[in-house]
């Protein structure tokens, strides 16, 4: 993300062995809202209501760019410090070339270093997390999922909302890049490493192998067994079309645990 912010790309690749797929760096980080679909958009407004927003796994920005442009607040977090260090440029560049008034003040972005599993918020202070790209998975596990669910409940108010997605693993099959089956109904997983590679002014070429990353696929079904034992209720799911993704919303459950209104 930095590099390619900073005129530099390089080529970013997903490897599961010696399967692997294109990281599309400039189309999944740094799209503009035209290119959006309108799913997309509808998310981002659906929580508009519920400022400010926590983004989790906010990459280089581009959902903090948005909500700013509405008025909205909004911090962005991320674990990888060049992701962070692309959003905070990127947000400065927008803070300083956009008009004053009170819809810019409202939309002031800040970006965050810091692990979602402890995130470096303080308890109740967003109405909202938005949390997109799947990392929902990095828990591993149905309680992996359930111990990251419970640490958007401690950070959002008592009307707390949040945006979560993953793939069913009901409808993706082998040629899913990483995929791995399980035998219990709803669940698989899913592992593959990033590589990225660039030449740099020298001539000389520069590459880094990340970690392997290790995801659980759950299907909406395993997703509100998740949330048993937590303050979130799943009210709404949309799936993408022609594909195993699918986006839910949940909201806080009510007193003594009774359902969401």
């Given amino acids: 993300?930095?590099?390619?912010?900073?005129?530099?790309?390089g080529r970013l690749t997903y490897r599961d062995g010696t399967d692997t797929q294109d990281g599309t760096v400039a189309?999944?980080?740094?799209?503009?809202?035209?290119?959006?679909?309108?799913?997309t958009i509808d998310r981002l407004e659906r929580l508009c209501d519920h400022d400010p927003i926590l983004d989790v796994g906010c990459g280089a920005g581009k959902h903090l760019l948005w909500w700013a442009e509405h008025g909205v607040e909004a911090t962005g977090v991320d674990v990888s410090p060049n992701a962070v260090l692309t959003a905070r440029e990127r947000c400065e560049v927008h803070r300083t070339s956009r008009r004053s008034g009170e819809a810019a003040e409202?939309?002031?972005?800040?970006?965050?270093?810091?692990?979602?599993?402890?995130l470096p918020v303080e308890t109740g202070a967003f109405g909202a997390v938005h949390a997109v790209g799947t990392q929902l998975g990095l828990g591993r596990s149905l309680a992996g999922i359930r111990e990251l669910l419970g640490e958007f409940a401690r950070v959002t108010d008592d009307g707390g909302v949040a945006?979560?997605?993953?793939?069913d693993p009901t409808r993706v099959g082998d040629d899913f890049l990483g995929y791995r089956s399980d035998p219990r109904a709803g669940i698989a997983h899913r592992c593959f490493h990033l590589e990225f590679e660039r030449e740099t002014a020298a001539g000389e070429r520069y590459r880094e192998v990340g970690r392997t990353l290790q995801f659980l696929l759950c299907s909406p079904a395993r997703l509100r067994e998740a949330t048993n034992a937590t303050p979130w209720s799943i009210c709404d799911v949309r799936r993408t079309d022609g594909?195993?993704?699918?986006?839910?919303?949940?909201?806080?459950r009510g007193p003594a645990g009774s359902e969401p209104g």
């Fill in 1 to 9: 993300m930095l590099a390619h912010w900073r005129d530099d790309p």
């Fill in 243 to 252: 594909t195993g993704h699918y986006s839910a919303v949940l909201e806080k």
């Fill in 27 to 39: 189309e999944f980080y740094f799209s503009s809202p035209e290119s959006w679909e309108a799913k």
């Fill in 163 to 167: 945006v979560v997605d993953n793939y």
């Fill in 106 to 118: 409202r939309g002031f972005e800040a970006v965050l270093l810091g692990n979602m599993f402890a």
